[in-house]
């Protein structure tokens, strides 16, 4: 035996921690882990997991890596050379045999033992494909082909290791296995034996997909932890307490209100109820819940207290998901003010693609300090208290996740997790979310509840096992409200009543007469008009806007646009550089001679909360007052444009606070981003054909708070803005499946089902129907049809037949966001996000990276993604472009002509 190869008498892990210290750190991560999160199910999954945490770098040993990693070392082995994880794998397989054969030690069943084999194997990588990598592994013969290859680097490991560090290998296998194993034992120069332990009859168990991401996230967030330094926090989080919602709801101060006061009532008996019944289902065992409410009863409110409860009870988390990130704002000042923590404290965590996703284990001052990696690291684990995210970050880490999104799924253990507006899921998915459902219940001992007030039925529907429990047993004091009490009413557009009555058929109503029917209704009104017309295209919504800005300016009076001199406010203050900072903890990058925002900081208010208010101001002071105000609203908007304008919108919508345009009628023309989450109350809204949860979730932004009289929602089927294929067809019609083919997807015959079983009995010339029908009659006649014409319960799904079948990466590929083409991310610097460029490259040249990447995520808020198509192509050819790490930066600063054609709205470059 050799000696042992020493650089200033260590064997490393890394630069600056010996391998002992790491693999110790490590052990004791998943030890904390398995406490806390209660992921420690039985005897043998604890001995494994921390037989893996044991042995796991158990390859570092060889010289090969210790060359590498020691800097003052001048000799570089070969690449192959030094990959640890496969000689890592193969001694933890062989270590669990021994484990399992000890009639001292727990029985390792086989299945764990291989899950454990691929959780080392891949602590570095992704889960791949199981039947693919068995073949890698398995039937190997001996100097025969090029499976064999790769067991010959292991021997050439092992053997080095046998030469230079055996006894530090020997002392981590007797420890991991209490002295079952002993290094002597190991197949140092014949390690193609290992292949017959991984040879499994008749394939992987329906639960060894998840066992597989159990172990793999449990050893990849330890070990990912420990080498940032970090330890896991040793008590399980702490609670929000459900209370403070109690000091915070909705509440009318004048008792003379009848219809106020009794709908605060029934928000509170929904809220009572929803509590009650989430307790003492958990205590029958129940796990997934429905919570199925009107809009305006209070849905965020029960929902989050009724998770925050029962998380109190189970001593875990809740993980609260969205669909999109353009809504999750709303509820994230929600919980801001409620609960008066911030994103990032150690209680709460705020996670998607455009934050700088952050949290403090001490609960430091986030804004005294800029972002660091290990804050990030650990917001990315979502240890906190409660974590609000999206549907994407959720289910795409449960299904297939990348090797940095796994570290998030031991905090899944023991969580209640709400899913606000399920109908928001892609149907492709369906059967995929219901089996990922089982997994949350079953293996991690997860709360499901799905919250909307259309509920898809999706578990009820496909699951043969789950039974959703409804936290509203009865739904008749709500919708007897309604009736009583109608919050709108739906107006039948004669272009719908034909579809209805023909088909695909009827004629639709052209863009210019809708355009005309807005603005006559708008200009004869006797008071302020609020009104909203949302589009299924972005295309559509901003011609529609534009056309609405032509037909104001030709009668005369003053109309403004919202948005056209936004640019100019971020440019004269430093409100924009505030709100990165809020939201990314990055230091300011452009100079002032000093700050050009007065307003003092407010716990009360999230800081684009405050940039709203004083743009309003700003905008008044510019303008003066105006007749109409337009704004158009798509996800063609920066970020961080778009959650001002609304911001904008909800201040201007209010009646109890003041502007320069309390007197002005407000016009907006809006894609389907403001049907879900987005709190806005307009006395009109009109919604081209869609989906019926769709026009169900858009009356939702209509008299939402009961104010005066009957909203009116004008639903209508309008004509593609050449006045050719409706843009609904095109949006809603038949899909493309992958690999079968063309398939009957068609959500609007169900659409049209459902309306015509609702009013074909008493239309009778009619063009209305109240909103408690149109909220459960006929939300239930459209899932009725859907499921029946998806065959639900009888269907085989391939996407779901991928987690029996243990297929990691074709999970992982797998998007909740369906796209039927390419897309480009485009950086639409104004002057201030030009400053932050600039210095996102200084800091990178000065090796700063954790201040970079701070600035590199604030300037996610400028990005819009434009589809790739034959209308949008000739367009960006036209411009000119510099490629950035994951996007493009636009260069022509005169090119709003050419970004108007791609739909990006005035609010970046000016009018």
């Known amino acids: 035996m050799g000696s042992t190869y020493t650089t200033k008498g260590e064997i490393i892990a890394r630069p600056g921690q010996t391998h002992w210290n790491h693999t110790n ?41 210790q060359q590498y990693i020691h800097k003052d070392d001048p000799r570089e082995p070969a690449k192959k050379d030094r990959y640890h994880s496969l000689s890592g794998a193969f001694v933890t397989l062989h270590a669990l045999k021994s484990l399992h054969d000890d009639p001292e ?49 292991v021997r050439k490991q092992l053997e080095n290791i046998d030469a230079h560090t055996a006894p530090h290998a020997a002392k981590l296998i007797e420890t991991a296995t209490d002295g079952a194993l002993t290094w002597s034992n190991i197949y140092i120069e014949r390690p193609f034996v290992y292949s017959e332990l991984l040879n499994w009859k008749g394939g992987p168990s329906e639960d060894f997909y998840a066992l597989v991401l159990e172990l793999w996230s449990l050893l990849t967030c330890a070990d990912k932890m420990n080498a940032a330094g970090m330890g896991i926090p040793t008590e399980s989080p702490a609670s929000l307490s459900p209370k403070a919602i ?50 305006g009863f209070g849905k965020t409110f029960a929902g989050l207290e009724a998770a925050l409860t029962l998380a109190e009870a189970k001593d875990g988390r809740v993980i609260y998901a969205l669909p999109y990130t353009s809504v999750i704002d709303q509820t994230d000042d929600v919980i801001q003010s409620v609960f008066n923590i911030q994103s990032g404290s150690s209680f709460y965590t705020k996670h998607h693609h455009l934050t700088d996703t952050r949290t403090t284990i001490d609960d430091v001052a986030l804004k005294d300090h800029p972002s660091t990696g290990d804050e990030v690291l650990y917001g990315e684990t979502w240890l906190a208290s409660l974590v609000l995210t999206t549907f994407v970050q959720l289910f795409e880490s449960i299904a297939g996740p990348a090797n940095t999104q796994s570290i998030k799924l031991p905090a899944i253990q023991d969580s209640v997790i ?17 089996r990922l459902t089982s997994i949350l219940v079953e293996d991690y001992n997860a709360t499901v509840i799905f919250m909307t007030a259309t509920q898809p039925r999706i578990v009820s529907q496909i699951s043969n096992d789950l039974s959703p429990v409804p936290l509203i047993a009865d739904r008749t004091p709500y919708l007897s409200f309604l009736e009583t009490h109608p ?122 909360q405050r940039a709203a208010m004083a743009y309003l101001d700003y905008l008044g002071e510019v303008v003066g007052s105006a007749d109409r105000m337009l704004a158009t609203l798509t ?56 989906p ?42 038949s899909l493309i499946g992958s690999e079968d083919g063309e398939r009957d997807r068609d959500l609007l015959a169900p659409t049209r089902y459902a309306l015509n079983a609702v009013s074909s009995t008493d239309r009778g010339g009619t063009t209305s129907l109240p909103e408690h029908v149109m909220i459960s009659q006929a939300v239930e006649e459209y899932y009725t049809s859907v499921h029946k014409r998806e065959r639900s319960k009888d269907r085989d799904d391939k996407l779901a037949k991928k ?109």
């Open 487 to 608: 919050r709108v009413d739906y107006q039948l557009d004669d272009s719908l009543i034909e579809y209805l009555e023909q088909g695909a058929s009827a004629t639709p109503r052209s863009p210019a007469s809708a355009t005309d029917q807005i603005a006559t209704d708008v200009l004869t009104a006797e008071e302020r008009e609020t009104a909203l017309a949302i589009c299924n295209t972005v295309q559509s919504a901003q011609a529609l806007g534009q056309r609405l800005t032509k037909q104001f300016n030709d009668v005369g009076g003053s109309t403004v646009h919202l948005g056209e001199h936004l640019l100019q406010f971020f440019s004269e203050t430093d409100w924009v550089e505030r709100i990165y900072a809020a939201t990314t903890s990055v230091e300011q990058a452009v100079e002032r001679d000093e700050p050009a925002s007065d307003q003092e900081d407010s716990d009360e208010m999230s800081m684009t």
């Open 635 to 690: 996800t063609r908007l920066r970020p961080v444009d778009r959650a001002i304008l609304i911001e904008c919108l909800r201040l201007l919508l209010d009646a109890d606070h003041e502007t320069s345009f309390t007197e002005t009628s407000i016009v907006v023309t809006s894609t389907q981003l403001v049907e879900a989450g987005v709190d806005v109350s307009f006395n009109r809204l009109y919604r081209d054909f869609a």
């Open 246 to 295: 109690q000091g915070k709801i909705n509440t009318f101060p004048t008792p003379e209100a009848t219809v106020q006061k009794t709908l605060n009532e029934l928000r509170n008996d929904a809220r009572k109820e929803a509590q009650k019944r989430i307790q003492e289902g958990h205590q029958g065992d129940d796990q997934v819940f429905t919570l199925t409410l009107p809009t």
């Open 418 to 434: 709400v899913v606000d507006e399920p109908q928001a899921l892609s149907m492709e998915w369906w059967h995929l979310i219901t």
């Open 105 to 153: 030690q727990p029985d390792i069943p086989q299945k764990l033992r291989i899950a454990a084999f691929y959780a080392v194997a891949k602590h570095h990588l992704s889960i791949e494909n199981f039947t693919e990598e068995q073949e890698k592994y398995t039937h190997v013969i001996e100097n025969g082909d090029h499976r064999f290859q790769r067991y010959d680097r």
């Open 25 to 65: 750190g490590v052990v004791k991560n998943v030890d904390t882990l398995l406490s806390t999160t209660g992921l420690g199910k039985d005897e043998a999954f604890r001995k494994t997991v921390r037989t893996i945490a044991y042995l796991h770098d158990l390859g570092k040993l060889t010289q090969f890596f």
């Open 803 to 911: 987690v029996d079948l243990a297929a990691g990466e074709d999970l992982r590929h797998a998007s909740l966001i369906r796209q039927d083409y390419e897309t480009i991310e485009i950086l639409i610097p104004s002057e201030v996000e030009q400053a932050y460029l600039n210095r996102y490259h200084e800091l990178k040249e000065q090796r700063e990276f954790e201040k970079a990447d701070a600035v590199f995520s604030a300037l996610k808020q400028a990005l819009v993604t434009i589809p790739v198509t034959k209308r949008t192509q000739p367009i960006l050819d036209r411009l000119s472009f510099e490629e950035e790490r994951t996007f493009h930066v636009l260069c022509s600063a005169d090119a709003y002509t050419l970004i108007h054609g791609l739909g990006i709205m005035p609010t970046a470059l000016g009018e």
């Open 692 to 733: 019926l949860p769709s026009l169900v979730q858009a009356a939702g932004r209509c008299n939402r708070s009961y104010d005066g009289d009957d909203g009116t929602v004008v639903l209508w089927r309008l004509a593609g803005e050449a006045n050719d294929i409706p843009p609904s067809q095109l949006i809603y019609g």
